[in-house]
């Protein structure tokens, strides 16, 4: 059964704290969304990658936040230093650019940032 | 600024009636469109998608498009208390590249 993996699915920080985040995308697939949810603002994109290359990140703050591909089968993301404005749900999503409208999301990490 | 719209709810209908959900989208050019659902605590899930005007039905789910009006709803007929969730309208962007801008999501309460 493939899924989205992410690590951890819960952190607590203390403000100015690096935190990483880590998503393994479904095997095969070729995009990748980083999203944060709050109840304020709820789904918002953060990231985009197609093929390991980041096409949109225009949603992400840039002077603390920054994403990363190493490789196919993991994606970053990650707030340095961090801020309680932070404090989300985080979510890793994988796709085909063949199948666009097809997005599997994985469980989320719960950020709070104290 | 792309815009998608939803009545945040909640929205309480008994079980075994219609439930009707709206969205509204500001991007005129958009041409796919999708319905997520969301339990709490959970992460999204895709359960309709619709790309031309008119109705896409799946199940119980209905999907209508209205691209003049630029409005799209989900109808889920005899709706059970396990379809309360949160129900988050998805709009891709025009230009190619598929972004998706989404709701914030309507929640919906089915009661016994």
């Known amino acids: 059964d493939a899924r989205v993996t992410q690590t951890p699915r819960h952190k607590v920080t203390e403000m100015g704290q690096e935190v990483t985040m880590r998503c393994q995308p479904i095997l095969g697939h070729n995009t990748v969304f980083w999203y944060r949810q709050t109840m304020m603002q709820g789904l918002e994109l953060l990231a985009y990658f197609r093929n390991r290359a980041p096409l949109d990140d225009s949603g992400m703050p840039k002077d603390r936040f920054s994403a990363e591909m190493p490789d196919a089968t993991l994606a970053t993301l990650k707030i340095q230093p961090s801020e309680p404005r932070d404090s989300a749900v985080y979510f890793c999503a994988s796709g085909l650019v063949q199948k666009q409208e097809t997005q599997y999301f994985g469980p989320g990490t719960r950020l709070l940032v104290l | ?112």
Not at chain 2, 52 to 61: A, Q, Y
Request: glycine letters at 10%.
């Open chain 2, 1 to 112: 600024q792309k815009e998608v719209e939803q009545n945040s709810g909640p929205l309480s209908v008994p079980e075994g009636a219609i439930a009707s959900l709206n969205c509204t989208y500001s991007d005129r050019g958009s041409q796919s469109f999708f319905w997520y659902r969301q339990y709490s605590g959970k992460s999204p899930e895709l359960i309709m998608s619709i790309y031309s005007n008119g109705d896409k039905e799946d199940g119980r789910f209905t999907a209508q498009l209205n691209k003049a009006s630029q409005y799209v709803s989900l109808l889920i007929r005899d709706s059970q208390p396990s379809d309360s969730a949160t129900y988050l309208c998805a709009v891709g962007s025009s230009g190619g590249s598929y972004i998706p801008t989404f709701g914030r999501g309507t929640s919906l309460i089915v009661h016994p």
